[in-house]
């Protein structure tokens, strides 16, 4: 969009009045990347995640057609690229400096971000985001180096860090702290899958017409999907607490393949390999559009 001299971005109708639309002076120093590079290789981070999730997504439905074991998570997503060889090895390292550098930078949004947003309770509700945001994205980060590092490793950690807290006085109540964070970020991701509030996190001027349906349609599908997930970890955390047993607490994988036994059997993973795709797509758009 061209301006004349002087003038400030006008906020396009189509996203004035939405939660979190940027303010029309965006463009001021309240930037919440702390520095110019570290926005670009934030933005290659942020895309890095869409990869993952569209390696997830094709992961999903291939392991649902051949009816193979092998883990449908972030790190059978990241073990694809391993496989690569030395290139993608080196794929691998230069999205992992990447991914680390948005994790910061979303950090750094927790922090003292989201300034251009003119709702405090909003504001505060952004910055909880962008925490979550870090975990998820310094997660993909980790199990990276893991992958590159020891691509055999086939121990479940979170099978490891479950026996380790059941084993601690109180370890139950933290496991059942923990559901119910992850149960709240359930809930949290489907108001934001339904209501669109992450199009707020994005800048107006740079979205067409298209892109921006694109993005409010790939943003709902994949944080819906994201959001059944999380609550399926959320309530095997739970049934692990009552039963007393930490053998029942699973992340990803184990949360699909639970709600596929319970469910519609594999077409759970051929829908989930859809939604992540989605939110992956998502991601790609996210990069690009995102508030710097």
Same mark, same amino acid.
């Given at each position: 969009?061209?301006?004349?001299?002087?003038?400030?971005?006008?906020?396009?109708?189509? @996203?004035?009045?939405?939660?979190?639309?940027?303010?029309?002076?965006?463009?001021?120093?309240?930037?919440?990347?702390?520095?110019?590079?570290?926005?670009?290789?934030?933005?290659?981070?942020?895309?890095?995640?869409?990869?993952?999730?569209?390696?997830?997504?094709?992961?999903?439905?291939?392991?649902?057609?051949?009816?193979?074991?092998?883990?449908?998570?972030?790190?059978?997503?990241?073990?694809?690229?391993?496989?690569?060889?030395?290139?993608?090895?080196?794929?691998?390292?230069?999205? @992992?400096?990447?991914?680390?550098?948005?994790?910061?930078?979303?950090?750094?949004?927790?922090?003292?971000?989201?300034?251009?947003?003119?709702?405090?309770?909003?504001?505060w509700r952004k910055r909880i985001g962008a925490f979550a945001k870090a975990l998820g994205v310094g997660g993909v980060a980790y199990f990276a180096v893991r992958v590159t590092v020891a691509p055999s490793e086939n121990a479940s950690e979170l099978q490891v860090v479950a026996h380790e807290?059941?084993?601690?006085?109180?370890?139950?109540?933290?496991?059942?702290?923990?559901?119910?964070?992850?149960?709240?970020?359930?809930?949290? @991701?489907?108001?934001?899958?339904?209501?669109?509030?992450?199009?707020?996190?994005?800048?107006p001027e740079k979205l067409t017409p298209r892109l921006r349906h694109a993005a409010r349609f790939l943003g709902g599908i994949g944080n819906l999907t994201r959001a059944v997930v999380f609550g399926a970890v959320g309530v095997l955390a739970l049934e692990a607490v009552v039963d007393d047993d930490p053998d029942e607490v699973g992340g990803l994988d184990v949360a699909l393949r639970a709600l596929a036994d319970h469910t519609l059997g594999t077409c759970v993973l051929v829908i989930a390999g859809v939604g992540f795709a989605a939110y992956g797509l998502y991601c790609l758009v996210d990069a690009y559009a995102r508030h710097p």
């Open positions: 969009m061209r301006l004349l001299p002087g003038t400030a971005p006008v906020r396009d109708d189509a @996203t004035r009045g939405l939660p979190g639309a940027p303010d029309p002076d965006w463009h001021r120093d309240e930037h919440d990347a702390p520095g110019h590079w570290s926005e670009v290789l934030g933005r290659v981070g942020l895309g890095a995640y869409g990869v993952v999730h569209l390696l997830l997504g094709w992961l999903a439905v291939a392991i649902a057609m051949s009816g193979e074991r092998s883990p449908v998570d972030q790190r059978g997503a990241v073990a694809i690229v391993a496989h690569g060889g030395l290139v993608g090895r080196f794929l691998l390292a230069l999205a @992992t400096v990447c991914l680390v550098t948005f994790a910061v930078w979303q950090l750094r949004a927790c922090a003292v971000g989201f300034r251009w947003v003119d709702e405090p309770n909003l504001r807290t059941f084993a601690l006085p109180g370890g139950r109540l933290l496991v059942l702290l923990a559901a119910v964070v992850v149960l709240v970020t359930a809930v949290s @991701t489907a108001f934001t899958g339904i209501a669109a509030t992450f199009l707020g996190d994005l800048v």
